[in-house]
């Protein structure tokens, strides 16, 4: 069974400060895919990233960073000098690997972390 | 590209009505569609998974005589909500997989801008 852990219900944080999102999973599955999606007040999720997991290099666009270590299962997510349009639900999710062509590889959420970012 | 419209976007109905909302895919098509919902302040939640011509695979706990889901066509799926209570007040949200690019078809998931319902 899959499952993405935020710990990290709310994080608020003041304008040019960097934060960093917290995000563990568990899968039994050695090839996998991993998310994160800003969710905006609207409730519209906005793809920000996905990783696969035989890629463990760190990515940097723009403001927004993301560490994966599959050593310890975390794939955290960093946002240098925050704006308050920054503030929003971060949802970090996974994926098992497509195995044939219609199987729903089914995204699996973890709790969402609420940041707020306070001019 | 890659485009999911969800209707309506925000539907107040009361209780004992049903309520349909539709998952189009507008420049892709979707093998595979998925329901979420969430409620306030929580994740989202799979409802069910549906693949185009087949029946839907519900979540454990998800009624399917309650949620009727068909994906009749590759770029529409369709939620019903039967005889609503207040309970099923949420936001339900979509999302689309183009299975038909690459080998496996398309890892990515792309998601609707969501449906707001209200039952009173």
């Known amino acids: 069974a899959q499952k993405v852990t935020q710990a990290q219900t709310e994080i608020s944080v003041v304008e040019k400060e960097d934060v960093t999102l917290d995000c563990v999973y568990e899968?039994?599955?050695?090839?996998?895919?991993l998310f994160w999606y800003k969710q905006p007040p609207s409730g519209e999720l906005v793809f920000l990233i996905r990783?696969?997991?035989?890629?463990?290099q760190n990515e940097i666009s723009g403001r927004y960073s993301w560490n994966f270590q599959k050593s310890t299962s975390s794939f955290n997510f960093t946002i240098t000098a925050s704006q308050v349009v920054d503030s929003a639900v971060y949802f970090c999710?996974?994926?098992?690997?497509?195995?044939?062509?219609?199987?729903?590889?089914?995204?699996?959420f973890g709790g969402g972390t609420r940041l707020m970012v306070k001019p | 590209g890659a485009v999911v419209s969800q209707h309506p976007s925000w539907v107040i109905c009361k209780s004992g009505t049903s309520v349909k909302i539709e998952c189009r895919s507008l420049?892709?098509?979707?093998?595979?569609m998925f329901w979420y919902r969430q409620f306030p302040k929580q994740s989202l939640m799979l409802m069910a998974t549906?693949?185009?011509?087949?029946?839907?695979?519900?979540e454990q706990g998800v009624e399917k005589d309650k949620f009727l889901i068909n994906h009749a066509s590759l770029t529409l799926s369709t939620l019903t909500v039967t005889s609503a209570h207040p309970e099923d007040s949420s936001f339900y949200i979509c999302?689309?997989?183009?299975?038909?690019?690459?080998?496996?078809?398309?890892?990515?998931?792309?998601f609707g801008p969501g449906t707001r319902l209200t039952v009173t």
């Open positions: 999302s689309a997989r183009d299975g038909t690019s690459g080998f496996f078809g398309s890892y990515e998931q792309y």
């Open positions: 899968t039994r599955d050695t090839t996998y895919y």
């Open positions: 990783r696969n997991s035989f890629d463990e």
């Open positions: 999710a996974l994926s098992e690997a497509l195995r044939n062509n219609n199987a729903g590889n089914m995204l699996t």
């Open positions: 420049d892709f098509q979707a093998t595979t």
């Open positions: 549906s693949n185009e011509g087949s029946k839907a695979t519900y």
